[in-house]
């Protein structure tokens, strides 16, 4: 196992003092229930770390990038890019999916691939980064690896909100009444994941998952306008 990691190590170029604080990174609690006698803890307070050293990194890089951005834009734009899917693409990207410590349930059910796992485990291996080797080392990594993702991303289109694009389309073509309802609700309380569905004119369109209501509609509203052709 110690030669996975420090496999991992060496293709991010990266150092950890302590590799146990790695490992924690990678494991979920469902692996921790079952190897209770050989795991101390997941990676569950980790991720609450690495998710503020994310947010407050990502806000010093849009501070600095776009010096006349209003608050509110700013604030938007960090949402979009400290959101599931676009921490999924990073994980994705950096191939942690490989080294995730699953159980056995888990594995089978697809957890590997599963978004907010995926999501949760960037978060867990920024806040073990962070302990390990501090904020400027983790601010290196994100420029290296995960700057030049939000670089080429098409900066209006974080910026749009779906939900408004969606009730103007619909109102102007005279499609109906558009709602959203929450499909599924899933994850302990302090780490939500909600699973929105478009319904317009009581016909089920787009979905969408987030970490928090107004998220997961925002997602659900994207998905619709590309089933509608407008994206």
């Known amino acids: ?126 806040g073990a980064f962070y302990l390990d080797q501090g904020l400027l080392a983790v601010k290196n990594f994100l420029h290296r690896y995960i700057v030049p993702d939000i670089q080429d991303v098409n900066m209006p289109m974080l910026l749009s909100d779906y939900k408004t694009m969606l009730q103007e389309y619909v109102q102007r073509e005279g499609m109906g009444l558009l709602s959203y309802q929450i499909l599924e609700e899933r994850g302990p309380a302090h780490n939500r994941e909600f699973v929105a569905q478009v319904m317009l004119d009581q016909r089920a369109m787009g979905e969408g998952s987030g970490r928090s209501k107004k998220e997961a509609e925002q997602h659900a509203a994207h998905a619709t306008m590309v089933m509608l052709g407008k994206l």
Do not use: W
Request: net charge neutral.
């Open 1 to 126: 196992m110690a030669a996975q990691f420090e496999k991992l190590l060496s293709d991010l170029e990266i150092r950890f003092e302590n590799l146990k604080l790695l490992k924690q990174a990678f494991t979920h609690a469902s692996y921790r229930n079952e190897h209770r006698a050989e795991v101390g803890q997941d990676n569950e307070r980790l991720e609450f770390l690495g998710d503020a050293v994310l947010e407050l990194l990502i806000s010093e890089y849009l501070f600095v990038k776009y010096p006349k951005l209003p608050e509110g834009e700013l604030t938007r734009l960090r949402a979009a890019i400290v959101c599931e899917p676009s921490l999924v693409r990073f994980a994705t990207k950096l191939q942690f999916d490989k080294y995730i410590r699953l159980g056995r349930g888990e594995e089978i059910s697809g957890g590997r691939k599963r978004p907010a796992l995926l999501a949760d485990v960037f978060e867990a291996f920024v």
